[in-house]
């Protein structure tokens, strides 16, 4: 069993900062804090910060991502949308790995047949993608997805001409709505792709739990943020693609620096260094104007970064979630409440009560930074170690 207290860092614990207190592990778990009992192994905290492991809300993932993932302490992903018969094996392999993120997923999202994302995936040898094209059918999509292991349901409105695309297929409301209906009934949330203004309030209106990305077609309405708002709907901005489709160099500037270059592989540098640049920079001023509109309003909001496969450029596994936590802070978030998107409110949205914390009896994912990141955001990329259930 493992037994240590790390000692003498501050501590932030999802929520508010504790000041200078002792955090002790146990047999996987955190078994206290402001305690130092006899005998402990201590880790010399001094100088650092100790956090809850990292959460990226927003990925498309496989083992390698996970444990890349890991090495920037982001100790869990939420996938939005991978093949079931990758999915099934590998959250079977992540939950017993602790040299993985742990992960979470819908499987396969609905989107009508040759719609957004297949375009984009054209290469990645996914098999036959199904669909639902009446109430029917969506009543056996949602039982299928949660007969494989869903953890929540993803539905996609998108056209596909923010990425370049000629005009795909779009979801019809009355789908999400189905979509909605049947996966409330079995106790699962909805999550929704929806990137402008019209289809995010048309998913809002179906009433999906949460928004995956920001919408950034034009300026955002009082309306629409009043909508989100009353409806309790949450945001994952996703800036760090939403900085890729808009060509602003956010991913080469991440790559560059020191602390991130040495953990990844040369092609995962090249693709973080690119960018999709399929619409004018303008729209990414309109997506930081949007998120502070969003949380002037009180919306929950949750650190993603659409980290996906290599060829989906601008994104790096773990690493984006760093730069993800920068980007809000240019929206107006302050430094605890960019850590918080990224550690308390995923895990209380995602009804994860046993992560997002650093409370007794939760799992001991952990990590230590150099310096202070509830001053400066950037020292969470100052990475001294991190854990995943203790070890
Ligand atoms: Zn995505």
């Known amino acids: 069993m493992n037994h240590f207290v790390i000692a003498g860092a501050r501590v932030f614990d999802g929520e508010t900062s504790l000041g200078i207190v002792d955090v002790e592990v146990a047999d996987g778990k ?51 949308l991978s093949m079931p018969q990758q999915m099934i094996p590998l959250r079977r392999k992540a939950a017993a790995s602790n040299d993985l993120a742990d992960v979470r997923s819908p499987s396969i999202g609905l989107t009508p047949a040759g719609g957004h994302p297949q375009q984009l995936r054209k290469g990645e040898g996914d098999p036959p993608w199904p669909t639902a094209a009446s109430r029917e059918e969506v009543a056996a999509f949602v039982e299928d997805r949660i007969a494989e292991g869903a953890d929540y349901l993803k539905v996609l409105v998108e056209d596909g001409r923010l990425f370049g695309s000629a005009p795909l297929p779009r ?46 077609d034009r300026p955002h309405t009082a309306e629409v943020v009043g909508k989100i708002a009353a409806a309790d709907t949450f945001v994952i901005p996703t800036l760090t693609v939403i900085a890729s489709i808009t060509g602003e160099p956010a991913g080469r500037r991440l790559a560059e620096d020191r602390r991130v270059r040495p953990k990844l592989a040369a092609e995962w540098r090249e693709n973080l260094s690119g960018a999709m640049a399929t619409i004018p920079r303008e729209h990414f001023g309109y ?47 302050t430094p605890t409440e960019a850590l ?3 550690t308390s409110v995923p895990a209380r949205r995602f009804g994860l009560a046993d992560r997002g914390r650093i409370k007794p009896g939760l799992r001991a994912d952990l990590v230590l930074v150099a310096g202070d990141p509830t001053v400066t955001i950037g020292d969470t990329l100052s990475i001294r170690r991190v854990w995943r259930n203790g070890s």
């Open 30 to 80: 955190i078994a206290g804090v402001g305690e130092r009992p006899e005998g402990a192994d201590l880790v010399d905290g001094s100088g650092a910060t100790l956090l809850p492991g990292l959460i990226d809300a927003h990925t498309h993932t496989d083992a390698e991502a996970l444990r890349q993932a890991l090495t920037f302490g982001v100790t869990t992903e939420f996938d939005m």
């Open 171 to 216: 979801l019809a409301p009355e789908l999400v709505a189905a979509t909605v209906r049947e996966s409330h009934r079995r106790g699962k949330m909805v999550l929704a792709h929806a990137m402008t203004v019209e289809t995010a309030e048309q998913v809002v209106d179906a009433g999906v739990d949460g928004l995956t990305h920001l919408f950034f």
């Open 287 to 333: 997506a930081l104007e949007t998120l502070s509109a969003l949380k002037e309003a009180g919306v929950d909001v949750l650190a993603g970064t659409d980290a996906a496969h290599l060829g989906a450029p601008g994104m790096a596994h773990g690493a984006s979630l760093h730069d993800e936590l920068r980007l809000l802070t240019t929206a107006g978030f």
């Open 340 to 342: 918080r998107a990224a």
